[in-house]
């Protein structure tokens, strides 16, 4: 059965969230909230699969349930910085960035839900490529370590369901076989009343 990749919503501009895109941080409902577990589902496929690459990680099926837009603000938070681009495709550990964001001080630094805002104008092409580049040098995990990684494939929660709703019509069978035996059974103990005939108990 052919599960339909989720998207972060229905219609409209919003529905893209790109890898730089902040818009869900200010101005959406946040996602609903993530296990630990799922955390680092999340950090093991944007080291394995790369930053920003969100369609990889929906197609890996390691996280069945989870948008794009979901995805895109739970990197901002383990980053600990809202702007994703510098990071984009780089395959690095998103919680080993965030912990140096953590520490990082000084009257430059605006923070909004525990991420580190952008307080200056627009980052050039240049600047943004420059930056990657840099952490690149600094943080990319090697690649022999990032392809070995092997992301789990629970079980998505719409093939689960369709799992339950056939184990919930078996058993609603089964019930209704039973059923019907105990109503043969009263039927044929009433009858032998009535006619006064006396059967061996099985």
């Known amino acids: 059965m052919a599960i339909e990749a989720p998207r972060s919503m229905p219609t409209g501009q919003r529905n893209v ?8 941080l200010w101005n959406c409902t946040l996602s609903p909230g993530w296990t630990r577990s799922e955390v680092q589902v999340l950090r093991q496929a944007l080291i394995k699969l790369g930053i920003g690459n969100w369609m990889k990680i929906i197609e890996s099926e390691c996280l069945p349930g989870k948008t794009i837009a979901q995805m895109n603000l739970q990197t901002q938070r383990m980053l600990g910085q809202q702007s994703t681009a510098e990071f984009n495709g780089l395959h690095v550990d998103a919680l080993q ?106």
């Open 97 to 202: 960035i965030g912990q140096i964001n953590e520490m990082r001080q000084g009257p430059e630094i605006r923070r909004k839900n525990n991420c580190i805002v952008n307080t200056g104008g627009k980052l050039t092409r240049e600047e943004v490529e420059r930056r990657r580049k840099e952490h690149r040098a600094k943080f990319e995990v090697a690649e022999d370590v990032w392809t070995s990684i092997v992301l789990p494939r629970p079980d998505n929660p719409l093939v689960l369901l369709d799992r339950k709703r056939e184990e919930l019509k078996t058993l609603a069978k089964e019930l209704d076989d039973v059923v019907a035996r105990i109503a043969a059974i009263e039927q044929t103990e009433s009858l032998d009343q009535v006619t006064g005939t006396k059967r061996p108990r099985e």
């Open 17 to 24: 969230v790109r890898s730089n895109d902040s818009a869900s």
